[in-house]
């Protein structure tokens, strides 16, 4: 152990004159490990919350959208070869690639005996599209098995959210009026097909849950009165979603000028530079907390320098170096911080450990994305956490440690 740490921790742990001084010393270390414990906390509920939208988002949604500037474009022949079968099986040959599958959007009147509301209608290939989609894997009720029938009434799959507001459950009847129709001679007649409930599910964001539905592809080309081998676009699955950029812009390169491709994260673009914001801010505001602590370390070791002027003076008399003094305050007020982000590490981890384990704290249905408060602790931010602590900490040292160096041993002992 070198001189300057052997003087500091006796500084730090003897008994002093002025025991005003180990209080403040004392309300340092606890500034500094309540600002750290609520970092460790917060910054885990910002990326649990912003890691469960975003699950939840690509449980429903592609990671890429591939459509085409002139619809035609995309149109697949009769034995459903060329157009987007020819597109899909060509993309599927990049590695990153884990899927592709046809999709068709449209919006429809929902109706049942409950009521009617507007409804997003998604068709997809049932045997492709559920190899990536979560919530096709996952449903709450009913099986994906059951939305294309050979007799009868064609399957649906419906949010929660929808089935509780109407009262459906698997094998209710539902009606779907398109915005086509036909034109007779009493006049324009809008298409109404009927339905039936083969699945429910629960992405846990209310938009999807109230006003998505699925049908197959063929049955959605029926619906909107579409040719039978049109599409909107064709959806893209990647082994590793954050790629979903690069990805894209490596197929908008190979595909032809008509074909343009979006991505996941451009269109939530959003919503997650809203989280980030939010997160940044903050970070800011707990992190004055340990400001605090830093600054309750400034006084106690300008309070200490004042206390131990004698020694300082003895020391510097018998050969201790100006650098040497300086070290040894920066040694101890970097210790106290030290100690403080130890304790702030252990009670906000062992928090983030019990919220995480026991959700013990319920969220209102409905309000949020999820039931309970999500916690994901990442080395990244509980590493920064620790580094802008201790930074800040050895901030609050120098001036002390530069005011106990500048000390002229002759003038601090005249008066003793």
């Known amino acids: ?15 002093r004159q002025q025991a005003f001084i180990s209080v403040i010393s004392i309300m340092s270390v606890l500034g500094v490990a309540i600002g750290v414990g609520a970092l460790v906390v917060v910054m885990g509920v910002y990326n649990g919350f912003t890691t469960d939208i975003r699950n939840k988002i690509l449980g429903a949604n592609s990671h890429i959208f591939i459509q085409s500037v002139v619809p ?20 599927t040959k990049n590695h990153e690639v884990k899927a592709a599958a046809p999709f068709l959007y449209t919006e429809v009147l929902f109706s ?3 009521g009617a509301t507007g409804l997003v209608i998604r068709g997809i290939e049932p045997h492709k599209a559920d190899e990536a989609l979560t919530i096709l894997q996952q ?10 029938r050979p007799k009868g009434a064609q399957g649906i799959l419906i949010g929660e959210e929808l089935a509780l507001r109407f009262g459906l459950k698997i094998g209710s009847r539902i009606n779907l009026m398109a915005p086509t129709g036909e034109r007779t001679t009493a006049g324009f007649v809008p298409k109404i097909v009927s339905y039936r409930v083969a699945g429910i599910f629960k ?32 959806e893209v699955f990647l082994h590793n979603p954050m790629a979903a950029k690069e990805v894209s812009a490596e197929l908008q390169n190979q595909l032809p000028d008509y074909l343009y491709t979006r991505n996941w ?8 530079a809203a989280l980030q914001l939010e997160r940044i801010g903050m970070f800011i505001v707990l992190a004055l907390i340990v400001m605090v602590g830093s600054f309750s370390i400034i006084t106690s070791l300008v309070m200490l320098v004042m206390e131990k002027t004698k020694d300082i003076a003895i020391m510097m008399s018998m050969g201790a170096s100006s650098a040497s003094i300086r070290k040894i305050f920066m040694l101890q007020g970097t210790i106290i911080g030290f100690i403080g982000t130890m304790i702030g590490y252990a009670g906000g981890l062992t928090l983030a450990f019990l919220l995480q384990k026991y959700q013990f704290i319920e969220l209102p249905r409905g309000v949020y994305a999820s039931d309970h408060l999500p916690v994901l602790i990442t080395f990244a931010d509980t ?8 930074f800040m900490c050895f901030l609050a040292t120098i001036y002390p440690a530069r005011q106990a160096a500048k000390l002229v041993p002759a003038e601090a002992l005249r008066y003793e």
């Open 139 to 148: 449903l709450k009720e009913g099986s994906l098995d059951d939305l294309i």
């Open 265 to 272: 994260i451009d269109t939530n673009a959003g919503l997650f």
């Open 112 to 114: 049942s005996q409950q």
């Open 383 to 390: 590493a920064f956490i620790g580094f802008a602590s201790m």
């Open 203 to 234: 992405t846990g964001l209310n938009d999807y849950d109230n006003r998505l539905a699925f049908i197959s592809l063929q049955s959605a080309q029926e619906l909107i009165g579409t040719p039978p081998g049109r599409v909107s676009g064709i």
């Open 1 to 15: 152990m070198g001189f300057e740490l052997f003087i500091a921790l006796r500084y730090l742990f003897s008994k």
């Open 72 to 91: 035609e474009f995309l149109d697949a022949k009769e034995d459903g070869s060329g157009g987007y079968a020819e597109i899909a099986e060509e993309i």
